[in-house]
């Protein structure tokens, strides 16, 4: 398993674990213990999530400037210097 495939893996089991306690609290909201681990996993998530698209890029797209998707922007992969 490569770096990337670990942190993803990670990232993915922190979340899981965040999402799981989240729905256990719909019927114990006032479980103060999974509230706490519950944020707990889901800061670590964030942690690794910004490492990870540091490091990569991003895992989702997103715009910008609010009103401009700028992956549009960017060479096709029909346009690429390559290929000429």
């Given at each position: 398993?490569?770096?990337?495939?670990?942190?993803?893996?990670?990232?993915?089991?922190?979340?899981?674990?965040?999402?799981d306690?989240?729905?256990?609290?719909?019927?114990?909201?006032?479980?103060?213990?999974?509230?706490?681990?519950m944020?707990?996993?889901?800061?670590?998530?964030?942690?690794?999530?910004?490492?990870?698209?540091?490091?990569?890029?991003?895992?989702?797209?997103?715009?910008?400037?609010?009103?401009?998707?700028?992956?549009?922007?960017?060479?096709?992969?029909?346009?690429?210097?390559?290929?000429?």
């Open positions: 398993m490569t770096k990337r495939e670990a942190m993803l893996k990670k990232l993915s089991t922190y979340q899981f674990a965040a999402l306690l989240q729905l256990f609290l719909d019927t114990h909201p006032n479980d103060e213990n999974t509230i706490e681990k944020n707990m996993f889901k800061k670590q998530a964030a942690q690794i999530k910004a490492d990870y698209e540091k490091q990569y890029g991003p895992l989702q797209k997103t715009v910008a400037d609010g009103n401009n998707w700028t992956w549009i922007n960017a060479p096709w992969p029909w346009e690429s210097e390559d290929d000429c």
